[in-house]
């Protein structure tokens, strides 16, 4: 049986970090709450030229790169990203033009911070119907453009980049071996953020007219009421840390494995003591659960595609390792992965 296989990784980071102690003068806040609360100790912010769909451009290259795989061998492009520079044309399409993949057809899907999962098992579909496609799944987001930076209670939590994979056919065992996706549309309330397009207006600044990041300069509003982030933080982490739980146990009972199985858990960065709780659940050691949240926060759907990318360029993934990967979004939408890598 033919199952999609990650055959080069590839991410793409904004320059400008944003630590704790800057966000202290933006609002009031501290490191000790935010490292205390989320493990994240900065976050990058786009700047000129950092669009979504650059940042997903350069991280498809760089996947590309290492798969030895030419723009022009890709048949379809899936963005996963809820921040797209325009509604219309896709982000997807975007990075088609930028990479030059004339011969894909490309879309976005949006599915939060789940959008890059949902996007694998799309292409492992594929894949098993045409298993000689290469295809590129990206996650990708500026959420910079959506926070609110006067609530401290969301913009300490997010940031932007893209990690992107490019997926093609193994029949040697490796690959997805089982997945497990949902949805509740009943949620949708408690992690929302309505409305227009995501542009950071840094991204089109000339770089001496950008200067530094200056929260005022994205159009804070004066009311609290633009189409920003919102989120009942404490709801959404309970009902993160059950659904993720229960899809987790449902894709190891498909795989046949268990917790202990796992060689690594490479999961979306939302909040470190979810994954801690994931990992002590499972019987998975904390080593063993890939983390960045700290360097780069909450990216939404990039955060799965960049913890894979780093955790592969950093030589941590072998052959055949067991690989379990899991995320949970606005939607709500969740699901988990197993790979055989
Ligand atoms: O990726 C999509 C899915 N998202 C998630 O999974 C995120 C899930 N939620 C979380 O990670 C956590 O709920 C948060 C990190 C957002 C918040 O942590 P918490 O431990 O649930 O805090 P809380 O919302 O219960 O707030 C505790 C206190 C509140 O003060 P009072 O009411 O107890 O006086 C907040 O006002 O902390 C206060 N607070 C802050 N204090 C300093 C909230 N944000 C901040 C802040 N700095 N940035």
Redesign the pocket.
Known sequence: MFRAVIEGTGSCLPEYKLTNDK?EKL????DE??TS??GIGCRRIAGPGEGTSKLSAEAARRAMDMAGVAAEDISMIIVGTITSEMTMPSCACMVQKEIGAVNAYAFDISA??SGFIYGLELADKMIKAEPEKKILVIGAENLSARVNWRD??????FGDGAGAAVIGADESGRGLLASKLFSDGRLGDL?YMDSAPSMNPYINMDPAEAGDFDPARLGCPLDDEGSYIK?A?????K??VLAMENSVDQVLDEAGVSGRDIDWIIP????I??LHNLGERLGVPQEKIFINIHKYG?T?AA?VPIAFDEANRGGLLKSGDLILTC????GFTWGAEIIRW
Do not use: D, K, P, Y
């Open positions: 966000l609002v009031e806040t501290s709450w935010i609360r989320t939060a911070c401290r209670n969301t913009c300490v939590l992690l989120m933080g404490r709801e959404v982490f009902n993160a979306h960065q939302a909040n003591r979810i909450n939404s955060t995320a949970f979004g606005g």
